[in-house]
């Protein structure tokens, strides 16, 4: 069993950075490739960024690519998502969750964070 904690999240200003962390609890963290999720009220849940269990294998959603990071480190059981030049369309709730499989969708990831809203102002 994996249970994911997400914090960083807040209110920003367009243009503006935030750093997303996800700290798992339980011994087979690194054994998952990672995803961060965001989701908006109507709309399905999509995913952001992922990352393979062993950090080669980064995946970019393309309306993200350039300006976010996703980044892992194993030792610390936790993940990280670099959020730079920030914008409007950037606001959601954001998940992370862990999944055997690669890539991460909603259906197979098996462990999922509570959320944490992230809020870009105009």
């Known amino acids: 069993q994996v249970q994911l904690v997400e914090s960083g999240g807040g209110l920003v200003q367009a243009g503006g950075s935030l750093r997303l962390s996800c700290v798992a609890s339980?011994?087979?963290?690194?054994?998952?490739?990672v995803g961060w999720f965001r989701q908006v009220p109507g709309k399905e849940r999509e995913l952001v960024a992922a990352?393979?269990?062993?950090?080669?294998?980064?995946y970019y959603h393309d309306s993200v690519k350039v300006r976010f990071t996703i980044s892992r480190d194993n030792a610390k059981n936790t993940a990280y998502l670099q959020m730079n030049r920030l914008k409007p369309g950037d606001t959601a709730v954001y998940y992370c969750?862990?999944?055997?499989?690669?890539?991460?969708?909603?259906?197979?990831?098996?462990?999922w964070g509570q959320g944490t809203q992230v809020t870009v102002s105009s």
């Open positions: 969750a862990v999944s055997s499989l690669w890539r991460p969708n909603p259906a197979n990831s098996n462990y």
């Open positions: 339980g011994r087979t963290f690194s054994t998952y490739a």
């Open positions: 990352i393979s269990w062993n950090a080669i294998l980064p």
